[in-house]
């Protein structure tokens, strides 16, 4: 038998509170509701898709403009567990954002196996920096960057917030401020978990890739969120982020998710009405939580 690995789970255990896509059987819907949307949005609203940051062919992004040089972006980063999933399933999340005067970019970036954890935390640096250098010419405000991400994209968001913005030879606060929806902070268990035959993270990884161990003393402003029905690792997870992030004398805060699942926590981003998309949008136009 197995002993206990992290948080008095054995390794079935922890593979349950890891495997989202089995205890959501539903998630298989959402990926069709994610992509058939986000079809439609991109035939529907002004875009310009495919925008090399990079030379690999993953190294691109989606840019939906808001009209005027002075509208605040949303670069969101796409979840799936560093290995699926692509910037065009999250189209659907750019109409309610320029709707309220707030251009929107959904980030590609190479995908496990191909890609390990810590070519995507720099991917996605070079992803921001080319947005920030680009922005007269996309139209948005260079100064109103807010970085957002699903998953284990909202773990590469919080990557992106912990970052020293100066080893790109770019302002450190370069960042407005930061959105986490369903995130994971510390790595520890998802190498103890099942995604390690995949993912193949080593000592320098874990250490190097999670942010609860990298708060900085001048981060942006962050919001996290997670939906109540998710699993206790990832609620766990968040709280001690916030925690620590509140403990440094930054500013964060919690969203609640009542009634929000994994796959349906990201959908309130994308819904004008809700309290997390307001929050995004606020921090996105004033550089504060409201």
């Not at 691109?60 to 567990?81: K, M, N, Q, R, S």
């Not at 189209?91 to 980030?107: C, D, H, N, Q, R």
């Not at 991400?149 to 909202?154: D, K, Q, T, W």
Request: aromatic residues 10%.
């Amino acid at each position: 038998m197995g002993g206990t690995l992290w948080r008095g789970y054995d390794k079935a255990a922890l593979d349950r509170q890891i495997n989202l896509r089995a205890r959501t059987p539903e998630h298989v819907e959402f990926f069709a509701h994610w992509a058939d949307d986000s079809r439609r949005v991109r035939a529907q609203l002004d875009c310009r898709l495919d925008l090399p940051y990079g030379e690999q062919p993953l190294q691109t992004l989606d840019y939906f403009p808001a009209g005027g040089g002075e509208a605040p972006l949303v670069a969101f980063i796409h979840g799936g567990y560093w290995q699926s999933l692509d910037k065009g399933d999250f189209s659907y999340l750019a109409p309610a954002f320029v709707e309220a005067g707030v251009a929107f970019a959904s980030i590609n970036y190479t995908l496990a196996p191909a890609g390990r954890i810590p070519q995507m935390v720099e991917e996605i640096e070079r992803a921001v920096a080319w947005l920030y250098e680009n922005a007269e010419e996309l139209g948005f405000d260079r100064e109103g960057i807010v970085v957002a991400g699903h998953s284990a994209g909202g773990h590469l968001a919080a990557m992106a917030a912990v970052a020293d913005w100066s080893r790109h030879d770019l302002p450190r606060d370069l960042l407005r401020g930061a959105c986490a929806v369903s995130g994971l902070y510390q790595l520890q268990p998802i190498r103890l978990s099942y995604q390690q035959e995949v993912l193949q993270l080593d000592d320098a990884a874990v250490a190097a890739g999670s942010p609860q161990a990298l708060i900085p003393e001048d981060g942006p402003p962050i919001l996290l969120a997670v939906g109540d029905e998710e699993p206790e690792e990832f609620r766990d997870q968040q709280a001690e982020f916030l925690a620590a992030w509140q403990a440094r004398g930054l500013s964060g805060a919690a969203v609640p998710l009542p009634g929000r699942h994994h796959f349906s926590a990201i959908d309130a981003l994308g819904e004008k009405d809700h309290a997390l998309h307001r929050s995004v949008c606020y921090l996105a136009q004033n550089g504060a939580i409201s």
